[in-house]
């Protein structure tokens, strides 16, 4: 009897610690903490690791070319105008499609250069997300849905682009672009005036 109870306890102490470690890994990156690290291929077959850029500034866009909000964003040059003016304060920008194969937005590398090219994108790359690991990890809900990050890593921003959720983009001169005022108070040394928001447009087409 004995060695059995020592048996029932060892793997009841293994399945408690599983479990803690699986909550942990599922918990949502907060504001103020630090972001979490990823390695991931870009569409030119670069392999990109957040890490990399420690000591800069970071954004990380969710992206999906078939989401009416997304098309809302780069058909008014939005999202392109916000990217080279986050590029032009020294800031990174990393686009991530966290769709799955055979979901509404995923494209091979060759159709993601393409695309990029003809929408006059300005990240500095694309990186592919198939498996949704970075995706769930961030918990990214949405696209578009954007992370700003500061200089020591930590998550200075979550959530929308701007203030205005729709898919009109004659709605986009009257909104307020988050982004561009998060990366404005990190750049003067303010504390993120609006460090969330909720994010909104299409779900990120993760694999069933």
Same mark, same amino acid.
């Given at each position: /009897?004995?060695? &059995?109870?020592?048996?029932?306890?060892?793997?009841?102490?293994?399945?408690?610690?599983?479990?803690?470690?699986?909550?942990?890994?599922?918990?949502?990156? +907060?504001? $103020?903490?630090?972001?979490?690290? &990823? =390695?991931?291929?870009?569409?030119?077959?670069?392999?990109?690791?957040?890490? *990399?850029? %420690?000591?800069?500034?970071?954004?990380? +866009?969710?992206?999906?070319?078939? #989401?009416?909000?997304?098309?809302?964003?780069?058909?008014?040059?939005? /999202?392109?105008?916000?990217? %080279?003016?986050?590029?032009?304060?020294?800031?990174?920008?990393?686009?991530? #499609?966290?769709? *799955?194969? $055979?979901?509404? $937005?995923? /494209?091979?590398?060759? +159709?993601?250069?393409?695309?990029?090219?003809?929408?006059?994108? *300005?990240?500095?790359?694309?990186?592919?997300? +198939?498996? !949704?690991?970075? !995706?769930?990890?961030?918990?990214?809900?949405?696209?578009?849905?954007?992370?700003?990050?500061?200089?020591?890593?930590?998550?200075? @921003?979550? !959530?929308?682009?701007?203030?205005?959720?729709?898919?009109? $983009?004659?709605?986009?001169? %009257?909104?307020?672009?988050?982004?561009?005022?998060?990366?404005?108070?990190?750049?003067?040394?303010?504390?993120?005036? =609006?460090?969330?928001?909720?994010? @909104? !447009? #299409?779900?990120? %087409? @993760?694999?069933?």
């Amino acid at each position: /009897m004995k060695p &059995f109870t020592h048996s029932f306890f060892a793997a009841a102490l293994v399945a408690v610690v599983a479990l803690v470690s699986s909550a942990a890994a599922a918990e949502r990156p +907060e504001v $103020g903490q630090p972001a979490p690290d &990823f =390695t991931l291929t870009d569409t030119r077959g670069v392999v990109q690791s957040l890490s *990399a850029f %420690k000591g800069k500034v970071v954004v990380l +866009e969710w992206i999906n070319h078939g #989401c009416p909000f997304v098309i809302k964003h780069y058909d008014s040059a939005n /999202m392109q105008k916000t990217q %080279k003016a986050a590029a032009a304060d020294g800031a990174v920008w990393l686009s991530i #499609c966290s769709s *799955a194969p $055979g979901k509404q $937005g995923h /494209m091979t590398p060759a +159709e993601w250069n393409t695309v990029n090219a003809a929408k006059s994108a *300005a990240p500095l790359a694309v990186l592919l997300d +198939e498996d !949704g690991k970075v !995706g769930k990890r961030y918990h990214a809900t949405n696209t578009p849905q954007l992370f700003v990050i500061d200089a020591a890593g930590r998550i200075a @921003y979550s !959530g929308a682009i701007d203030s205005i959720a729709s898919a009109k $983009g004659e709605d986009v001169p %009257k909104a307020q672009n988050h982004v561009l005022a998060a990366l404005a108070d990190l750049k003067a040394g303010r504390p993120v005036a =609006t460090p969330v928001t909720k994010p @909104y !447009g #299409c779900s990120v %087409k @993760y694999a069933d």
